[in-house]
């Protein structure tokens, strides 16, 4: 069974750093590009930033551009988001997920497998 599990949040103050983790298992999901999704409270979930299958391709929200990082290790099945110079509007449960579609894929409709989600609180 697939099976996506997001880990690394937590509680940290603006300008801090955190990485988050989504282990993958129960499918080639190395073949896969990978995309990390936010949802604020009151909020719908919105698009951070994908990964082509190899990693050579990048796409991020201008939200979050310069700032965060993401990245994957295909020999162990993880996908990393490097998240530096948080703010506290970077509040959110954050999500890992993976799609059969294109790299630059950011709508949440256009993603197949979903993992449970991390919170990440920033205070100010």
């Known amino acids: 069974q697939a099976q996506l599990v997001e880990s690394g949040g937590g509680l940290v103050q603006a300008g801090d750093s955190l990485r988050l983790s989504c282990a993958a298992s129960g499918r080639t999901f190395s073949s896969y590009p990978m995309g990390w999704f936010r949802q604020a409270p009151g909020k719908e979930r919105e698009f951070v930033a994908a990964?082509?299958?190899?990693?050579?391709?990048?796409y991020y929200a201008d939200s979050v551009k310069g700032r965060f990082t993401i990245s994957r290790d295909n020999a162990n099945n993880i996908v990393y988001l490097q998240m530096n110079r948080l703010k506290p509007e970077d509040t959110a449960v954050y999500y890992c997920?993976?799609?059969?579609?294109?790299?630059?894929?950011?709508?949440?409709?256009?993603?197949?497998?979903w993992g449970q989600g991390t919170q990440v609180t920033v205070s100010s």
């Open positions: 990964v082509s299958w190899n990693g050579a391709i990048t």
């Open positions: 997920a993976a799609t059969h579609g294109p790299a630059t894929a950011a709508r949440v409709d256009e993603y197949d497998y």
